[in-house]
């Protein structure tokens, strides 16, 4: 691909967000693309303190202006839905302010709720548009079962259709979003299938070993086999799996230990679940990009109880921590469904795992999805054969190594638009 000027938008309304998947998913695209030649000029309204300080981009801060505070907490949905709205007005100024007299050959821009910067700055600066899009955030608020005669439904339908429409080439993250979308009527020819993936020199166990030593000395868990978890702590990620494993899997073993990265709406409650096992499991909370890998470096296996919103509704998602768990060179004990299953392939299953398994050259353990005798089962066979864990945590290292770096996701991408976005430039 020939070294371009490419203009990065994210305007979602998240200034503080400084952790989590799209951090790792935004770093790891700009810092490729950089390193790939190309300018990066990138204007955020989210990951401020994080991107301002981004070597190798010309970073420009999006400002939203909150002239609709004076409406009460109880309408907050109106509070937000406008302020959204109108951040369309406030950024693209902004955005136009910022690439005034540059030359742009094409818009990358993470698609969020309500936004429409991306196709307004194509249509004036009449430069292609590539849209990230990770799921339908339409679809994730009707989950999440949003009430409110003010959530405006019909027109974020209509922004995020338009925004499927204008684009030129649309990246997403799995097959079943790209299935979705087709069956929606978007063309499938500008869609790619771009799974997440992971920088594997910060994500590398032998680079970490320090830390490892360090963090495991500071907990007093020396010595101790410990499970290891990040991500948000709600339902599509599993807590109701590890609220039942947890205890059983101490009962079993007691030298085992637990260790939780991240935040979310269900920690308290299992927090308050699991309060008797206190001792021996540890909640860090939220903490910053670096601080999570260094806490998984002290892991000895992971866990990954991934859970499809509903029997009927595939799995769309791609999870981020997947490939960093195996990049670590650790096992992963995952959800056998749909891109978790493709990942983790070849793979130990838990019906085959007390059936004198040996590891030849599988990458991890699937269990079924809503399974947590599945997962306690998998926890037990780990504690029990030690000795075949180090064989299963470099096979899924190499399958990172030779399938879901940066380097080879932004790589893949640039293929993809150089292919078809260069016809409109």
């Avoid at 938008?9 to 790792?24: E, F, K, Q």
């Avoid at 309500?114 to 994730?140: A, H, M, Q, T």
């Avoid at 959530?151 to 799995?174: G, H, M, P, T, W």
């Amino acid at each position: 691909m020939v070294k371009k000027n490419i203009l990065y938008l994210r305007a979602d309304l998240n200034p503080d967000t400084n952790v989590g998947g799209s951090v790792a998913h935004t770093l790891g695209v700009i810092r490729e693309l950089v390193k790939n030649g190309n300018n990066v000029f990138c204007a955020s309204s989210a990951m401020i303190e994080v991107l301002k300080t981004e070597p190798g981009i010309k970073f420009y801060e999006l400002k939203n202006y909150k002239i609709f505070n004076f409406i009460k907490w109880r309408l907050w949905v109106l509070r937000e839905r406008l302020s959204v709205v109108f951040s369309n007005v406030f950024f693209l100024f902004q955005i136009l302010r910022f690439v005034k007299n540059q030359k742009i050959d094409f818009i990358y821009q993470r698609y969020s709720f309500f936004n429409l910067v991306g196709v307004l700055v194509k249509k004036i600066k009449k430069v292609p548009l590539v849209l990230e899009y990770n799921d339908s955030e339409v679809r994730i608020e009707a989950f999440q079962k949003v009430k409110s005669v003010f959530k405006f439904q019909r027109f974020s339908e209509y922004v995020e259709r338009l925004n499927l429409k204008k684009a030129d080439v649309i990246s997403v993250v799995s097959k079943e979003i790209k299935s979705t979308l087709v069956k929606n009527g978007v063309s499938k020819e500008k869609i790619l299938v771009n799974p997440n993936g992971v920088d594997v020199l910060k994500y590398n166990s032998k680079e970490l070993n320090n830390k490892r030593v360090k963090i495991r000395k500071k907990l007093g868990w020396e010595k101790n086999f410990i499970f290891g978890f990040i991500g948000t702590f709600s339902y599509w990620h599993g807590i109701n799996i590890l609220e039942k494993i947890i205890p059983k899997a101490l009962q079993e073993d007691s030298s085992a230990r637990f260790l939780m990265v991240g935040d979310g709406p269900l920690l308290e409650p299992l927090k308050k679940s699991l309060e008797k096992l206190k001792d021996k499991i540890i909640f860090t909370g939220l903490v910053s990009h670096d601080d999570g890998r260094h806490f998984l470096s002290a892991c000895d296996v992971f866990l990954c109880p991934t859970q499809r919103e509903s029997i009927d509704l595939p799995f769309f998602g791609s999870p981020t921590k997947l490939f960093e768990y195996m990049s670590l060179a650790k096992p992963v004990i995952a959800s056998g469904i749909e891109q978790l299953e493709e990942v983790i392939s070849p793979a130990l299953f838990v019906q085959d795992l007390f059936e004198s398994k040996v590891v030849k050259n599988e990458v991890g353990i699937l269990a079924n999805w809503n399974s947590d005798d599945e997962f306690f089962r998998a926890c037990l066979w780990v504690l029990s054969n030690k000795n075949m864990l180090d064989l299963l945590g470099q096979n899924a290292r190499e399958k990172i190594l030779n399938n879901y770096t940066w380097k080879i996701h932004v790589k893949k991408m640039e293929e993809f638009i150089d292919k078809k976005v260069s016809k409109l430039l």
